[in-house]
């Protein structure tokens, strides 16, 4: 079993900053590709920002700029700054992450959730 635990989410002001962390327990191996993910009420779960295992970053276009994700190994953690918020990065926030346990099976993990609320 993999627990994904989220942890930074909050109320913020228009071009304020926060920053999330989601810390990776369990029977893990290896953390392969993790990332972030948000849910807008109404809206479907969209991608992000991802980071692989050596550190390869992906972002949706709509924080490019803004957010940066970035993992600490050691410490089974990933991490997405996010700079410059706007009233439309309001939403639940997941962590998600692809995990190689001791046995060799790999599966894919999903936080609770963090709420981000951006005022105008």
């Known amino acids: 079993q993999v627990q994904l635990v989220e942890s930074g989410g909050g109320l913020v002001r228009a071009g304020g900053s926060l920053r999330l962390s989601c810390a990776a327990s369990?029977?893990?191996?290896?953390?392969?590709?993790m990332g972030w993910y948000r849910q807008a009420p109404g809206n479907q779960r969209e991608s992000v920002a991802t980071?692989?295992?050596?550190?390869?970053?992906n972002y949706a276009d709509s924080v490019k700029g803004r957010f940066t994700i970035f993992r600490d190994n050691v410490k089974n953690t990933v991490y997405l700054q996010m700079n410059s918020l706007k009233p439309e990065d309001t939403a639940v926030y997941y962590c998600?992450?692809?995990?190689?346990?001791?046995?060799?099976?790999?599966?894919?993990?999903w936080g609770q959730g963090t709420q981000v609320t951006v005022s105008s």
């Open positions: 369990g029977s893990i191996f290896r953390l392969n590709t």
């Open positions: 980071i692989t295992s050596g550190g390869m970053t």
């Open positions: 998600n992450a692809d995990v190689t346990n001791r046995s060799g099976s790999r599966s894919v993990n």
